[in-house]
T-cell receptor
Framework: AQSVAQPEDQVNVAEGNPLTVKCTYS??????LFWYVQYPNRGLQFLLK??????LVKGSYGFEAEFNKSQTSFHLKKPSALVSDSALYFC????????????FGSGTQLTVLP | DADVTQTPRNRITKTGKRIMLECSQT?????MYWYRQDPGLGLRLIYY???????NKGEISDGYSVSRQAQAKFSLSLESAIPNQTALYFC????????????FGEGSRLTVL
């Protein structure tokens, strides 16, 4: 089985401050982990992924995420938030070596306040 | 032009009507997917296809059917629409690996009255 949880429906942060969007996962083995972003009235766009190797993954638009196996987490971070980062963010997981498709979290709405 | 194109973008229909949502892609990917997005539920997989002769059910396939007409075309049908199928539907594609990311269309918003 595989599942992913995004414990916060909404995250508000001031422009220029660091932001964190949380994600925890559950798989019965090694995970493949992804972050996607959805801007209003648009489809989802890929931000970054963890497959193997370095626990700190860097992605598009200055975002990064840290894979923490002991805490089964893959939190999305950015050192300095922009108003244009305001969007809906989805974490997704797949069990490596499995034919199962991606399981998405419920999404976190990030609002960056000017 | 978008790499993954969905039509129609918006549709309002009545209970019991047959509806088809179409998806075409120019990315040359073999794998195509249909997802449904509902507020607070994230995205749920309806059907996916790894090539023209390969169709697989996702976690919420009941009430839906699909057709892979060509490598670039994957359509989703609701044979008899019901109100709880009101949602935002996304088509996506990916390369032929389990580590590849998904590329999404802009979405088709369906309202069933």
């Amino acid at each position: 089985a595989q599942s992913v949880a995004q414990p916060e429906d909404q995250v508000n942060v001031a422009e220029g401050n660091p932001l964190t969007v949380k994600c925890t996962y559950s798989v019965s083995g090694n995970p493949y982990l992804f972050w996607y972003v959805q801007y209003p009235n648009r489809g989802l766009q890929f931000l970054l992924k963890y497959i193997t190797g370095d626990n700190l993954v860097k992605g598009s638009y200055g975002f990064e995420a840290e894979f923490n196996k002991s805490q089964t987490s893959f939190h999305l971070k950015k050192p300095s938030a922009l108003v244009s980062d305001s969007a809906l963010y989805f974490c997704a997981v797949r069990l490596s070596g499995s034919a199962r498709q991606l399981t998405f979290g419920s999404g976190t709405q990030l609002t960056v306040l000017p | 032009d978008a790499d993954v194109t969905q039509t129609p973008r918006n549709r309002i229909t009545k209970t019991g009507k047959r509806i088809m949502l179409e998806c075409s892609q120019t990315k040359g990917h073999d794998r195509m997917y249909w997802y449904r997005q509902d507020p607070g539920l994230g995205l749920r997989l309806i059907y996916y296809s790894f090539d023209v002769k390969d169709i697989n059910k996702g976690e919420i396939s009941d009430g839906y059917s699909v057709s892979r007409q060509a490598q670039a075309k994957f359509s989703l049908s609701l044979e008899s629409a019901i109100p709880n199928q009101t949602a935002l539907y996304f088509c996506a594609t990916s390369m032929g690996t389990y580590t590849g990311e998904l590329f999404f269309g802009e979405g088709s918003r369906l309202t069933v009255l």
